[in-house]
Structure formats: C-alpha cells, structure tokens
C-alpha cells in the first residue's frame, strides 16, 4: 500500500510541474516538457512578440529573449499533464520610461492547442491541427495553415491566416484581414475591422448565407449571390446557403475571392 501510495504522488509531481524565472535584460532563458498530442499551450504576458512552430516531436519547447532595457521582468512555466502554461509579467516599477522587447519562440507538436495572449507584440503560427485563440493588444498576426476553428484579434495590425479548415472569428480595431476557408464551416464566420479591406477566399463548395458590408469602399464577389447587393452591401446566399459569413469593415473593400 506504501509502495502504491508513492508511485502515485511521484505521478502526481511529475504531472504538475512549476518552474519560474526571473530575465535580465539581454538574457535567455529556455525550458522543455514532454507532451502528448492534443495537448494545450497557454502564454499569457504582459508583453513580447510570440513565434509559434509545429515540429514532429512530442515535446513543447520554449524560449524567452529579454532585449528590454531593464530587468524586471518574470516568467513562469506550468505544466498539467499534456497543458503547459506560460506567464510573462513585468514589474510595475519597470514599466515607466522603459523599452520593452522580449520574444518567445516555441514549438509544439503537430497535434496541439494554442492560446496566446500579449500586451504587445506580433504573433506568428506556422501550420498546426487544433483549435487556436490569438490575441495581442498590439502587433499583426500571422497564422498558417489551421485544421481547426480559430480565433483572432489585435487592438492594431494586419491578420492574416494562410488557411482554416474549421470556423474562424478576427476582429483588428485597425489593419487588414486575409482569411482562407478550405472545408465547410459549421458555424458562423466572422472577420470584421474597424479600418482596412478585408479579402475572404473561398473554396468553391464551401455555402454560407454571406454579409457583407463596407463603410467606404466597395464590395465584390466572385461567387453568384442570391440575394441584396448595392456598391457597400453585399448580402445573400452562397451555394444555398449554411452559416452566416460576416465581413464588415469601416473603411476599406470587401472582397469575396473563389480559390
């Protein structure tokens, strides 16, 4: 019974692990953990650009630059089971009168999830089988091929997303959105911007009940669309039909391209 009480505690520590970091500035700091596929990274930090690439390992490998011009800055790493967390915070005294430029690179297995939130800073995803939730509060982003719904938004900066094989929600309060949907989406779409042009591309299968609209620019189709259309709104069914695809800009075109 002792011997099975701490197999079962050496699990337990094994599965939750805590590791944290403080960075000085111009200073690395890297950390590795074994996964399974399916899996969940979550970074949340005050600020940085985020580099996120699939590799062929079951491993979450993650690398944290400190470029600032000062050291107050902490990261912590977490790990549950196959979900690793990571936390960058700066100290409140150092945010004053400061430059603030720390990266994370990492990598993750080829089936994984990924929620990343930043105070500031681009984020980039190369290609990935999983659902996906990005938001930076200032900074563009940039996703590759995803094989899963994805969410996206950015206080100020382009969004584009290479392609999505699932349903896709990105809001930029300024910037352009490049969106390509490849399977049928099962719920409603939705990329809106509060400035720019917005360039949604379609497989030619793919059927939604399409809105689209524009506060200055225009809006064209390649797509038959049954139903309103004037220069600023576009409004309809695609191929009979499905989920509503929802494009909405404040200024600048929206198009709808067939692939």
Same mark, same amino acid.
């Given at each position: 019974m002792k011997t099975q009480f701490l197999r079962m505690t050496s699990a337990?520590?094994?599965?939750?692990? /805590?590791? #944290? /970091?403080?960075i000085a500035k111009s200073d690395d700091v890297s950390q590795s953990f074994d996964v399974a596929p399916g899996g969940t990274?979550? =970074?949340?930090?005050? #600020? %940085?650009?985020? $580099?996120? +690439?699939?590799?062929?390992?079951?491993?979450? $490998?993650?690398? *944290?630059?400190?470029?600032s011009s000062d050291d107050g800055f902490t990261v912590n790493f977490k790990q549950s089971g196959n979900d690793v967390s990571v936390i960058g915070e700066? $100290? @409140? #005294?150092?945010? /004053?009168g400061q430059s603030s430029r720390v990266r994370y690179t990492i990598k993750v297995p080829q089936d994984y999830n990924v929620t990343l939130q930043t105070g500031g800073g681009s984020i980039d995803l190369s290609d990935l089988n999983g659902e996906v939730d990005v938001r930076t509060? !200032? %900074?563009s982003i940039s996703l590759g091929k995803i094989r899963g719904d994805v969410q996206a938004k950015t206080s100020g900066g382009s969004i584009r997303v290479d392609e999505v094989a699932g349903n896709i929600v990105a809001h930029t309060s300024g910037g352009s959105i490049k969106a390509t949907l490849t399977k049928q989406p099962t719920a409603d779409c939705k990329l809106t911007t509060s400035g720019g042009s917005i360039t949604a591309y379609l497989?030619?299968? *793919?059927? *939604?009940?399409?809105?689209?609209?524009? #506060? %200055?620019g225009g809006v064209s189709s390649d797509f038959k669309v049954n139903g309103y259309f004037s220069k600023k709104k576009l409004e309809g069914e695609i191929? !009979? !039909? !499905?989920? +509503?695809?929802? =494009? @909405?800009t404040s200024g600048g075109s929206v198009r709808v391209k067939e692939i």
């Open positions: 337990v520590l094994l599965s939750l692990m /805590f590791v #944290s /970091f403080a990274l979550n =970074l949340d930090s005050d #600020s %940085g650009s985020v $580099e996120v +690439e699939s590799h062929n390992k079951n491993t979450v $490998e993650v690398t *944290v630059e400190n470029r700066r $100290e @409140k #005294s150092s945010w /004053f509060s !200032g %900074g497989a030619s299968d *793919v059927a *939604v009940n399409l809105y689209a609209k524009t #506060s %200055g191929n !009979g !039909g !499905g989920p +509503e695809l929802h =494009l @909405k």
